[in-house]
């Protein structure tokens, strides 16, 4: 592993901490279950200077793990994926697409929003990945609009067993760095207990 990579991971940990994305408590997740930690990146929009550089850290992740000749298109899966998908489309200049949580009921009745050609190559992004299920959601749907879907970037990824439920629907997930690893990061930094780090990697082992 590069040291730019691990840079990287460091400073997303880093940031991650400044705006209090990681929580404790118990959560319910999207996938249904309950969770010891929740990791909001809705937030970090809210914090200019932090969203600006997540950006860049998604654009570098791009540009190295699957190329900016690799893919057509950008979608953005909701909600928190779309704000990084709309700032990363704008800045490789790839027209920008995103996934509805609900099927439109007017007008053209679509579940993707944004000019999509049969044949075009999508790239998806979404902030983190637990079980997958968003995002082979998306990918159905971008699919059955003629769209080719191959990749997905995230952030994060939970460690909960996304990334080979993706690799089932035939799509390769890009990510920054584990919990695990974000957990380490922020215990070695002090921004969290040592019970706190025993705590992520009780729930990663689990799984």
Known sequence: MGLE???MKSELARILSRVGALKFGAFKLTS????????DLRIVPS???AFKRICDLYIALIKSDVGADGFD???????????FASI???SLEKPFLY????????GRGRWVEGILLPGDRVLLMD????????????????????????DAVVLLNREENGEANLAKSGIKLHYVLTTSELAQELCDMDAITEE??????KRVKRK
């Open 73 to 83: 298109r950008i979608a953005g899966i909701p909600t928190a994926g779309i704000s």
């Open 5 to 7: 990579t691990e840079e």
């Open 99 to 106: 996934v509805r949580s609900t099927e439109r009921q007017h």
């Open 196 to 201: 706190q780090l025993d705590t992520i990697l």
């Open 47 to 49: 914090f200019p200077d």
């Open 32 to 39: 249904g279950e309950v969770s010891p930690y929740y990791l």
């Open 88 to 90: 990363a489309s704008y």
């Open 127 to 150: 902030d983190l990945i637990t079980k997958g299920g968003s995002i082979v959601k998306s990918a159905e749907a971008v699919r059955a609009e003629g769209g080719v879907v191959t």
